[in-house]
């Protein structure tokens, strides 16, 4: 493959890791000219009558992955086939995993909690979106070369509501790290990835898993039937801080443990800032034992014997969906569907373990054989083995009458509550699992049940908010906000709720689309001209397109009546808002002024005085004004400017 181009531009430079499922190997995009990692699925896989299932599983880790954006997550960029090639394009990241770290010796507390912190704070992400990881082991967390955490392979990743029961008999997952729960009914939750840590965790801090040179089966026994053995057992001066926190982790019962990932990170960060700085950097003695740290590591990628290993311990398949997967070095994808054999790695235990091993293999043996025929029966039908489907009839019905069916096919009900806009409340919605889908015979059934329709109260004080605070208000309560409408208002400020299409207070349908109208202020007019105008009347003209009117004191004009407007500000045609004030000033008339005395001039200097002094001068002669003297006018002392004078001439 190397040197291959695949997809028209991903050039293969160098393989990386090779699993029971595909061959990573770096490539360069010549497209982005960057390198990446190329996830190819080995070609055998697609053929036969479980290809399909292969090439779905496949393609489901490119959409696992596709779905989360988080730092601490490999990201998938591409998925494609070439030819007979399935493959992923993914991160690159160059570096190791915590396999690698782990051969060297266990970590310092203080390295081992960050590596935890740091893989929790990836697998919530994928909580968040409804994914549990499913295979959280060391060889799934990649650290690159700053020693940051990367978490790979969500190849086993669903979403929870398609792992909470298991229809097909096989869990994925390796069995070092597998919670009770996985063994036993196959049900998986994120507290599943929340056990796989705590097991992490201890094995970070010990530098060996819990239950180091036993079989899959003994492993998968302790899991479900004893609490984890406390890494101060084999580390005598780890606090009781530490050992609170894996058993926290890995508690039998999941409810016992974090819910998911994110409360399981708030718990490893309080603990690491209550430990001194002493343990912190504290690291235990790598352990005496010979056998590698890997839960198990002496199988190719096929699953098939190694022809150069010792003598074999046969696994046996777990009734109930239970199988053991293998990760030969820095293996990244493994899938095990048959029961596997687990070989001897190139250092073979001591002959007295081994035989000890094969004394207690031929022991399991001869107890299935002697006990099969009885064994097997009760199993299938009346022990864990047996399996019923949940009645189709019990969408719809009361509460009542679907617990009675259930109890007539011997199963326990638990109730939860949903609000519903068809079923009317008190009857039931749907079932977890759901009609049609397998349960076991002593298993419990949880119905949901109809709260109908979810009211909503339209909250109070949203006229006069802003838009901004009153959308914010109405979708906190759950009401959807449809595009505001805008109105002029003569009182409102701009961006001030004038009107809602629901009153305040009531009562609606959580599916009501609320409409609010938000004030866009005054509207906008041009200003009239009504210098000249009467003042009563230029009052009214402005008030006709919504402008108010203020007056300054009165001025004297000849020209402009007395209670007419003289002048206004601002002026005709000015664009303005209604509620906009005109400020008018309004003629007093004219100013009366000193009268010239004109008597005994020539009627064209007093003709002159007069006008000058802002009078209107009338003439009258007598005996044709022969000596054109005036010798008498009829207004003297003060006057209206503008009045009439009139002079006597002979």
Known sequence: MLGRLVGGRYEIVA???????????????????????????????????????????????????????????????????????????????????????????????????????????ALAAAHRVGLVHRDVKPENVLLDEDGAVKVADFGLARAVTEVTTTTTGTILGTVAYLAPEVITTGGCTPATDVYAVGVLLSEMLTGTLPYPGETPIQVAFHHVHEDLPTPSERVGWLPAQIDDLIALFTARDPEGRPPHAAAALVAVRAVRTALDDEVLVRAAEPPASSEPASPADDLDDAGSADAAGGSADAVDEIPAAFFTEVSAGHLTEHVVTDPTTELGSGSRPPRRRRRRRVVAGLLVVVLLLAGGGVGTWWWYTEGPGAWTTVPDDLAGVELRAAQETLSGHGLETTTSETYDDEVPAGDVVTSAPAPGERVRTDGTVELVVSLGVQLLTVPEDLLGATAQDATAALEDTGFTVATPRTAYDDRAPEGEVVEMSVPEGSTQRHDTVVRITVSDGPAPVRVPQVVGVDGDQAEEDLAGVGLEVEYTDPEHATGTPEGHVLTQDPEQGTAAHRTDTVTLTLSAGPPEVEVPDVEGMSTQEATDALEEAGFVVEVNRYLGGLLDTVRFQDTTGTALQGSTVTLTVW
Request: glycine residues 12%.
């Open 15 to 121: 393989r990386v890791a090779r699993g029971g499922m595909a061959t990573v190997y770096r490539a360069r995009d010549r497209r982005l000219d960057r390198d990446v990692a190329l996830k190819i699925m080995h070609p055998h896989l697609a053929e036969g009558v479980d290809g399909g299932r292969f090439v779905s599983r496949f393609r489901r880790e490119a959409r696992s992955s596709a779905r989360l954006s988080h730092p601490g997550v490999v990201a998938v960029f591409d998925q494609g086939v070439d030819g007979d090639l399935s493959y992923l394009t993914m991160e690159y990241v160059a570096g190791s995993n915590l396999r690698g770290a782990l051969h060297d010796g266990p970590l310092t507390v203080g390295r081992a909690l960050d590596v935890a912190a740091q893989t929790l704070a």
